[in-house]
C-alpha cells in the first residue's frame, strides 16, 4: 500500500508552524518546523513494509496544484493531513480536493484540532477519519484492517455514509521505546531552520509525551493523556546519533511538554550526553517550578544552550484562575538558575486570560522587563476547541469570533474578550508589549552582538521590523 502523509499547504502564503501533539500557531520569526509527528507515521508504516511519502507543502512551498500532480503520481490508498485549527479551513479544503481527485483513497487527519472537535471536522466531505490519540498505533491497526472492518481500532473516529463513528481512546502506548525513530529520510531537513539556532538546520526530538498539570488554555492531554511516559535515556540518544551522524544536523529542539519534570532522567541523561561527546547543541522547556542549580549546571555541560520558560502572566490571580499551579515568585529563580548556568532563557507570557485587565497586562509586561530574558514572546488567550478555557469562554459569552482563521495565539487577532477588556485591547497591548520589550537601545545592542552570520543578520532584521510595526 502507498501511504501519503502531508503538512498542507498554505493557500494564504503564511508560514504555520505545526506538530501533532501541539495547538499550532503562525511562525511570527517565518521559522519552519520539523514534520516529525508524520515522520513518526511514516516509520510506522514502513516498518509494515508499506511504502511511505512525506510533503511538507509548507516548507517546501507546494501549492495545491502541486500536491495533486504528486498525489495522481504516487497513487496512496491512504492520505493522512496534519492541520491544526488555525488551519484547519485551509486542510479541508485540500482534502476535498484532494479526495476528488482520487475518490478511490481515504483521507484522514491527525492533530490536536481534530482530535478535540470530531464532528464538526468529520462533517467536511474530504474527510474519512479521524487519528484521534497514540497515532502510530491506530494508523497500525488501520492499515492492518485496511479493508475490513474498523469499528473495533480504538483511538479512531470516522464516518460510514452520513453515520459518524468514535471507537474511544486507544490504550496509552506501554513503552514509547518500541516505537521507531522517525523517518527523517522522507523529510527536507535542510529547510529546517530559526534564529535560535542560529538560522540553522534543527530536528525536533519526543523525549517523553502526558503532562500531569491542568492548565485550562491548553489541549496536549488528549493525544497524550496526563500520565508521563519517558522513552530511556539509551533510547533517545541512540536517536540523537542518528541526527547527527545521518542527517548531519547538529541543533535539537527537544518536544517535551516538560523537558524537566523528573530531575533523574535529566541528570542521567546530561551525563550520557557528556560521555558520549555527541557536541549537539539543544534546547528545552521548562516550568519555572522544576528547575534547580544542580540539573541547569550539568544540562549547560551537555550542550544545552536555551530554556524556554511558560510564565503567562505576572499576576497570581490570573495564574490561579487557569490552574497553573504555580507561585509567580518560581519565575525569577528559574530564570536567574538559567543565567547562572550560561543559559540563555526565552519567556512566554500571555494576554487576555480570564479575569485580565488593563492593570495584570502591565503588571505582566513589568514581569517580562524585570526578568530580563534573552527573549520573549506575548501571546493572545486563544480558546482553543477541547479546552477548558474555551468552555468557559463560550458558556460565560466571552467569544467575540468563531471563524477559526483567526484562532492563532501568535497572530494579531483575539477571538476573545474578558470581563473588562475588548479584544481590540488585547490586541492593541500585545502590539505595545513586543515594541516596548524589544526596541529599546540595550537589547538591540545585545542583539547585534550575538549575530552569528549574514543569514542571521538578515532574518533578525526582518523580526526588528515586523516588531516595529505590528505584525509580529
Known sequence: MNVLLLNPPSLNNKIYMKEIGRCGSTSSADQLWPQTGLAYLASMAESLGHTCRIIDGIAERKSLRDVLIAAKKFLPELIILNTTTSTFKNDSYISFEIKKALPGSKVGFVGTHASNDIENSLRHQGIDFILVNEPEIVLKEIIMNFKKDWSSIKGLAYKKGKKITLNGLHEPIDDLDDLPFPARDKLPNNLYRMVLTGNMPFATVVPSRGCPYGCTYCRVGLPWGKAIKKRTVKNVILELKEIKNKYRIDNVVFMADTFTIDKRWVMDFCSSMIKKDLNLNWLCNSRIDTIDEEMATLMKKAGNSLISFGVESGNQKILDNVKKGVDISYAKKAVQIAKNAGIKTFCYFIFGLPGETKKT????????????????????????????????????????????????????????????????????????????????????????????????????????????????
Do not use: C, W
Open 361 to 472: 497586562m502591565t503588571e505582566t509586561l513589568a514581569l517580562a522587563k524585570s526578568l530580563d530574558p534573552d527573549f520573549a514572546n506575548f501571546h493572545i488567550a486563544t480558546p482553543y476547541p477541547g479546552t477548558e478555557l474555551y468552555r468557559y469562554a463560550k458558556n460565560n459569552g466571552l467569544l467575540v469570533n468563531d471563524d477559526f482563521d483567526f484562532y492563532d495565539q501568535t497572530g494579531n487577532h483575539a477571538v476573545m474578550r474578558t470581563e473588562e477588556l475588548s479584544a481590540k485591547d488585547i490586541v492593541r497591548f500585545r502590539k505595545y508589549a513586543m515594541r516596548s520589550f524589544y526596541l529599546n537601545h540595550k537589547r538591540i545592542l545585545r542583539n547585534i552582538r550575538h549575530v552569528k552570520n549574514f543569514n542571521d543578520l538578515v532574518k533578525k532584521s526582518k523580526i526588528a521590523i515586523k516588531i516595529a510595526t505590528g505584525q509580529a
